[in-house]
Every structure is written in structure tokens, then in C-alpha cells.
């Protein structure tokens, strides 16, 4: 196939270009850099197969030649406030990726007859008061609260794609992400999972926000991307979540850091940061596994391992 | 004040135009006539204050002059899915005027310094758990759900123009609409009003599904008028519910047509039509009485005896 991933050059997008030529297809990756980094691709440069273009999928695409299929996952993700990419400091652009990007890919989508997926997020449940989340739950996000940005981008995307399946009749699919980690994942995002590494590779205490009762699930990302390209060649319209669905207590994250990186450094409780980050997210896969065949493979020990010599090189520790 | 209205002719746009107009103020009308009718602003061809562009505000939008207020109000609204112009068979063109008119018309305000009313509706809140409804209710709307396009167009709408508002500065009000009537409505929007009312216009029994017991709250249009145009005086910025919270059962309301038009056809019970119609919708109108010391005046007798001439003008009758 022929194959359009917007967001190529960003942490997700990256990893499907790598698995899906190593399947044989051919790439054309699409960037604007605002929050992916060239070094993310650096290595396909020399790719035959792959084809790269530098485009804000807001403003137009342009695509020469046919498309087999499209997956849209171009947007700042980052919740971090601080991160000069994250959705926080590019509400606008943000929003944009999700409307103007998407409508735009589905138009490609819709004159080439091609395939669509789209990544949407876990972010479309908000703060959930139901666990674990199934696609059933409509969610609980505040349409004019600060992360809404994100959260209503990705809604909106997916009320566009099923829009353009069953009044255009495109061959759609929507992914719902929940939290990954692994090799090329911004530092800098905000999450706890790079922030707790980095402080771990570093030797110094892992910093855990009120309790750390607060849970979270992380999933290693060639587990995600092998779910994402299950549902790549299935027929399901409807949303699928994929993400990893053991739970554990930020707490018990931090002790298995310490762990696995041989850390000496402790842990130490500082005051919740904000009621608005969720206090538990964890994805029901029951249509993952029964419609893809799809669950996890990597466990948290092994996915760290293999996520540490990313981090000691971007920390300059290699 | 000079004012650009988009869907100046359709129901509620051409009723603003009206009372703006009287008020003094030089209006621009925009409308492409997927939904609104030439008819509703036929009245206004010759004054001089009122000029009219036929625009399809998703595309573009060209304001010669300076313009002080922006009044977006362009987009399907009706729910009925026999509607040519219903949202249902316009899913596509209701997301546009949601995300790419809202964004089109922020910048304009942006670039004009102007401020910027949005108008959202309470079918952001989907099919509410909590009654009445307060704005601080994030809602139930399952972003997949044929009725999606409508209410994710709008969330996203609020979620941008509180983005323009916050990081650009945008002087922005948001009102939340509820279940409106009046001269000028949709006859055949597919609501329980127009339905009904009409029903009884032509001396026919009045179709109540189920058991009649959904409630609904109706309020007249000169109501609604005046609590947005007082919104857009206030400072304003997170959303304020309008409309009117005397909520009745579709029974007693059938009950209350048919008495006030002195039909003596009296009623007819068939199966609920679908699950996916609110049972019930309230608004909480704590937050307009309080900021904007408005509520509304026009009982539902008097606002029906002033809908009827249009009904019946409508109908052939008059």
C-alpha cells in the first residue's frame, strides 16, 4: 500500500513509518515540526520507500499520485503547561489538527478512495467517573475548560470521520490512544512516565505528586502500534480502544522505577499539582481483543528496558 | 454598533436583526440559504442600515468596513431526520459552520478587534443525567452518535472560542440556546412544537409519542432575543444558559395547543419514535438572571397566540 501519516516525524507517527515499511508499503510522512523532530525520521532519509513532505495538514495537503490509506496523527499531545509544545501553549493550533487537519485528510481520503484512520485519545473521556473506560462511555470533559482543546479537537475529529463514513461511505477507522511510553517519547510532555525515568536515570528522588494513589496505565509502543495497524486492515468503524489495561498506583510506578534503573534516590511526596489531571484512566480492551485479536504483549519491566537508552541519550547519560 | 450576523435569515438571525435594527445599530447580514429563507428577511430589503451577503460562512468571509460585534449564528439546527435541511442530512456542512465558520469568523473578530457571540445550544449537554441543566454540566454526548454532528460541532465551537478568548484575547460571549419558538420557525424542524401546533392549526388530532410523559421547556423567541442581545453588552465569557425553564410534559403541552387553538380533535397516542430523543431537558437559568438580570416574560399561551399568524400564514390558512 501506499500509505499518508500526518505527524510522521512526531513519537507515534514515527514508529508506524518504521513497522509499516518494514511490512513493505510505501511512506509519505507529513510534518510541520511544530511538536515532531526531524531526528525522529533522520534514519529513513535514505529510504526509498519513504517520501516526506513539510505541511501543516491544517492548511492544505497536497498529495502527488494515489493513496491507499491515511493516518492522521498530527497534533500536540503534550498535556505539560509548561511545554512550549504542548496543547496548552498551541490551544489554537491544536484545535485546527483536529478540525481543519482532519476535514482535510478526509477529503484526500474521500477523492482517492483510500482508507482513513484516525488517532484520537483517552482525552475524549475527560475525567471519567466510570473504570475501567469502554467506547460505550461518552465521557466527562468540560467543552470550555483549559484542556478542552485537546479533548474537543480529537470529539469533534471523530464526529467527522464517522460523518464522512456514513454519508460519504469512506472506509473509516478511529483509534482511542491511551498513555505510551518507549523510545522517541518527548521528555518533556509532562506525563508521569518521563518524568519519573528521567529523575530516575538521573539519581535523583522520583518526585510523586499528593499520595500517588492516583493510577495510571502505560502501554509500550510496539504493543500500540501493532493494535493500530490490526485495526488498519480491519472493517470496524466504530472506535477501538487500544492501551494497556494494567492499572497501577503512581506509588507503586515509582518503586518499580527505582527498581528497574537501580535508583538509590528515594521517592518524595510534594503537594497535588491540580484537580484537573485525572485521577484514573484505565481502557477497556474487550473490543480490541475480540475484534483485532489485539492485547499487549510488553510488561512494564521489559517496555522500561527498552525505553532506557532513549532516555540516556537525550539526557546525554550514553 | 456595526454588526455582522451570520444566518441572518434564518429564525433566530433574522429576529436579531430585527431587534438590533430597532435598536439603532448598522447590521450585515450573511447567509448561504442552505437552512435560512430569503423570506425571513424580505422585510429588511429597504433599510438602509441592513446590508446582506449570500456567503457560506465556512468558506470565507470578506467584511468591507470595520465591524464591531460578530454574532455567529449560522448552521443547521433542525433534528428532524425527514428534514432536507435537518442537521441528519447535512452532518457535513453543520461541522463546517461549527469548526471552520466559528474560526472564520474569530479571526475576523481578531483582525477587527470586535467581539465575537457564539451561538451554542443545549444539545451540548446530549442526553443529561442531572436536570435542570447548569452550565457547568459537562454533558452526555457520545461523539459517534448520529446526533454527534451537531452537538460536537457546537462543543468544539465553545472550546475555540474560549481558546481565541484566553490565548488571543478575544472579547467572546457564549450563549447556550434552549428549545425555542415563535414566527419564523422551521414548520417542519421535526420539534414537538411546530408538530403540534400545526396539527392543531389544521383541526387534526395531535400525534403524541409514547406516553407523553418527556418534558420539554419552550421558550418564545422574543425572550431569547433579548437575553442574548443582553449577553452581548456583558462581559461575559463562559457560557450562559437561555431559554425558559417552566418545563411540561408533551402531554400537558398537547393538552395546552389544543385548548388555546380550540381544536377539538383532541389526541393521539403512537410508539416513542426513538430512544435517542432526550427524555428530558431543563435549563438552569441561575447564571443569565443573576449576570445579566434577565429571565423570561412571554408565557406559553401568549407566545403561542403570537406564533399562530405565522402558522397559519404558513399553512394556507391565514
New interface residues.
Given amino acids: 500500500m501506499r500509505i499518508l501519516i500526518t505527524g510522521a516525524a512526531g513519537f507515534l507517527g514515527s514508529h508506524l513509518c518504521d513497522h509499516l515499511l518494514n511490512d513493505g508499503h510505501e511512506i509519505i510522512g507529513m510534518d510541520n515540526f511544530i511538536t515532531g523532530s526531524p531526528d525522529n525520521i533522520a534514519h529513513l532519509a535514505d529510504n526509498e520507500k519513504f517520501s516526506f513532505y513539510k505541511r501543516d495538514v491544517s492548511n492544505y495537503i497536497f498529495v502527488p499520485g494515489n493513496v491507499d490509506a491515511i493516518l492522521h496523527f498530527a497534533s500536540p499531545a503534550s498535556p505539560n503547561p509548561q511545554s512550549k509544545s504542548g496543547y496548552f501553549n498551541l490551544?489554537?493550533q491544536t484545535?485546527?489538527a483536529?478540525?481543519?487537519g482532519t476535514?482535510n485528510c478526509l477529503g484526500v481520503a474521500r477523492s482517492h478512495n483510500s482508507k482513513f484512520l484516525l488517532a484520537s485519545t483517552s482525552e475524549?473521556y475527560?475525567d471519567p467517573e466510570v473504570h475501567p473506560q469502554a467506547e460505550?462511555y461518552?465521557?466527562?470533559?468540560?467543552?470550555?475548560g483549559?484542556r478542552?482543546?485537546y479533548?474537543?479537537?480529537k470529539?469533534?475529529a471523530?464526529?467527522?470521520t464517522?460523518?464522512?463514513h456514513?454519508?460519504?461511505n469512506v472506509n473509516t477507522s478511529?483509534v482511542r490512544i491511551f498513555n505510551t511510553y518507549g523510545p522517541r517519547m518527548d521528555l518533556e510532555d509532562g506525563r508521569a512516565l518521563p518524568n519519573l525515568l528521567k529523575q530516575a536515570l538521573l539519581g535523583q528522588p522520583l518526585t510523586v505528586y499528593g499520595d500517588g494513589s492516583q493510577t495510571r496505565s502505560f502501554c509500550f509502543v510496539d504493543d500500540l502500534v501493532d493494535g493500530i495497524i490490526k485495526l488498519l486492515y480491519s472493517k470496524e468503524h466504530?472506535?477501538v480502544n487500544i492501551g494497556n489495561p494494567v492499572e497501577m498506583t503512581i506509588l507503586q510506578f515509582a518503586e518499580a522505577i527505582n527498581r528497574i534503573t537501580e535508583n538509590k534516590a528515594g521517592i518524595t511526596f510534594v503537594d497535588a499539582r491540580s484537580a484537573r489531571d485525572p485521577q484514573r484512566r484505565r481502557p477497556d480492551i474487550t473490543r480490541a481483543k475480540t475484534i483485532l485479536d489485539w492485547e499487549p504483549r510488553v510488561d512494564l519491566e521489559e517496555g522500561i528496558r527498552r525505553t532506557i537508552p532513549f532516555f540516556k541519550q537525550k539526557l546525554g547519560l550514553a
Fill in positions: 490551544p489554537i484545535m485546527k483536529g478540525a481543519l476535514h475524549i475527560g460505550t461518552p465521557g466527562n470533559v468540560d467543552p470550555v483549559t478542552a482543546v479533548d474537543e479537537a470529539r469533534f471523530e464526529s467527522l464517522m460523518a464522512y456514513r454519508f460519504h478511529i466504530f472506535p
